[in-house]
């Protein structure tokens, strides 16, 4: 229950603070959280891709919360894999940063895609893999704020694709 409160308030809190805009190197970010999300694997051995990304402009403060959640969540959906293997990566495109984030984990079923971003909708057990389902809700939030879009791609037991994109002209 108290996390669920701190998720809430921490999610709010999300879409009220003032944007803080400004350029810098999204790999900086994305090894950052990738060593402190590596510091809480309790010696799972997971195999990690990372492209080289691109110079964003965006609020680093809340980007940093959304590759929390999402390679929190890359992280915890590959529980079962004796090998997890965690990709991130860029798409091409002419106006757009498209970043992807993606998993051989347990996958979900592409007919609930359209839950996956609203607030407490969860796929998977409670009693499988933990969780309040405000994460992704809170990513899409910031992604949104700062004029971006989300989305995903998944197949049942075939691993997840998490992507979002911001605009390059964001200023
Ligand atoms: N990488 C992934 N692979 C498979 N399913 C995923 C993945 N990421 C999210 N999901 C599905 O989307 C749901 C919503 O994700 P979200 O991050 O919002 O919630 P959560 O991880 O369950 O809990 P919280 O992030 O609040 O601790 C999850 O419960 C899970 O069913
Ligand atoms: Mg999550």
């Given at each position: ?107 979900f079923d592409?007919?609930y895609?359209?839950k996956l971003?609203?607030?407490?909708q969860r796929l998977h ?29 998944g ?17």
């Amino acid at each position: 229950m108290e996390l669920l409160v701190h998720d809430l308030l921490h999610f709010s809190r999300t879409s009220r603070t003032e944007l803080r805009l400004r350029q810098f190197q999204l790999g900086d970010l994305v090894e950052e959280v990738k060593q402190s999300v590596q510091s809480e694997l309790n010696g799972r051995v997971i195999n990690w891709k990372v492209h080289s990304l691109p110079e964003v402009r965006g609020d680093p403060a809340l980007l940093r919360v959304v590759f929390n959640n999402l390679l929190g969540n890359a992280v915890k959906y590959t529980r079962p894999r004796k090998t997890a293997s965690i990709e991130i990566g860029t798409c091409p495109s002419e106006r757009e940063h498209i970043i992807f984030i993606r998993d051989n984990g347990v996958g979900f079923d592409m007919q609930y895609v359209g839950k996956l971003f609203g607030v407490f909708q969860r796929l998977h057990h409670v009693e499988e893999f933990e969780g309040t389902g405000i994460g992704l809700a809170t990513v899409q939030r910031i992604i949104v704020r700062q004029g971006g879009r989300v989305w995903a791609e998944g197949k049942e037991n075939e691993g997840a694709t998490f992507y979002f994109a911001l605009p390059k002209e964001n200023g």
